[in-house]
């Protein structure tokens, strides 16, 4: 039986933004989405995932060493990147807190509306306006018009197209192959 949802307790249903209700026990580490009872696919982040699980390493590199945090975490990390999506898509995203649930392996796990594909690229789109908000901090026209030039060109869909290609989604590892 469920307990109630109180700091500590061990509830393991997660209402998803479709209505319907998902257990942290059937999500793992291997887990990108899943087809639910309401006929659509849902994306799952875990916070083991990698950045580079979106974007390539070299990014994460840079996101980590510009991105300033201010919590518990050393640097950028998907937890972050999860926070953001969830700040622009606040009814499509929900999250579960399994800290203190043993019988998992991730700490905290983020369900969203939308299958990973959209998913990958409403994440790649939102490191894109980062990026575009670091650079208009170097208040330097020349920089920011290359940057914007260069974004112009720039096709997510495309992008994560290849970079989904290119990568092995299907290994528990998620590693480039």
Do not use: K
């Not at 994440?123 to 940057?147: I, K, P, Q, T």
């Not at 290119?166 to 480039?176: H, I, K």
Request: a negative charge.
């Amino acid at each position: 039986m469920a307990e109630p949802r109180v700091p500590g307790g061990r509830e393991s249903e997660l209402d998803l933004p479709c209505g319907e209700r998902v257990d942290t026990h059937d999500l793992h580490l291997g887990m990108r989405e899943f087809e639910c009872a309401c006929g659509g696919t849902h994306a799952v982040v875990l916070d083991p995932h990698p950045l580079a699980r979106f974007v390539p390493e070299f990014l994460t590199e840079v996101l980590q060493a510009t991105i300033e945090t201010s919590d518990d975490y050393e640097e950028f990390t998907t937890v972050h990147l999860m926070g953001v999506v969830m700040e622009e898509f606040p009814d499509a995203v929900v999250a579960a807190d399994t800290s203190e649930d043993g019988n998992v392996g991730f700490s905290l796990a983020w369900v969203s509306d939308f299958d990973s594909r959209r998913l990958h690229e409403i994440v790649v789109e939102l490191v894109v306006e980062l990026m575009e908000h670091a650079v208009s901090h170097a208040e330097d026209d020349d920089v920011m018009g290359e940057f914007e030039e260069q974004m112009l060109q720039f096709d997510v869909a495309a992008f994560v197209e290849q970079y989904r290609r290119e990568r092995d989604f299907d290994g528990r590892n998620d590693t480039a192959i």
